[in-house]
């Protein structure tokens, strides 16, 4: 059973900076995708940033160069530094991750969220 374990959210000030952690446990299943998603109230859950195969990564062009997406392969953590955060950023934010379910077959896994204030 996969399991996703989120911490690291929080309030803080504009120009502050967060970590979140998101800890996996998937067994023996590869993981194929590990990516961070927001949701603020009264708006869709949006892509923030995500890491695939080779390291390859790719952020929502709000957070460029505020954000960093990374993984601890060893502890299958991913995490998401946040610096100079700002109002708009206020979301709750989800992990999720894919994994490789069968031969030609990957499923998707979800973190439980992890709320993120940022005040003005």
């Known amino acids: 059973q996969v399991q996703l374990v989120e911490s690291g959210g929080g309030s803080v000030q504009a120009g502050g900076s967060l970590r979140l952690s998101c800890a996996a446990s998937?067994?023996?299943?590869?993981?194929?995708?590990m990516a961070w998603y927001r949701q603020a109230p009264g708006k869709q859950r949006e892509l923030v940033a995500a890491?695939?195969?080779?390291?390859?990564?790719n952020y929502l062009d709000s957070v460029k160069d505020r954000f960093t997406i990374s993984m601890d392969s060893a502890k299958n953590t991913l995490y998401l530094q946040m610096k100079n955060l700002e109002p708009e950023d206020t979301a709750v934010y989800y992990c999720?991750?894919?994994?490789?379910?069968?031969?030609?077959?990957?499923?998707?896994?979800w973190g439980q969220g992890t709320q993120v204030t940022v005040s003005s």
């Open positions: 890491s695939g195969a080779r390291g390859i990564t």
């Open positions: 999720k991750i894919t994994v490789q379910s069968g031969a030609f077959s990957t499923s998707d896994y």
């Open positions: 998937v067994g023996s299943r590869r993981i194929n995708v």
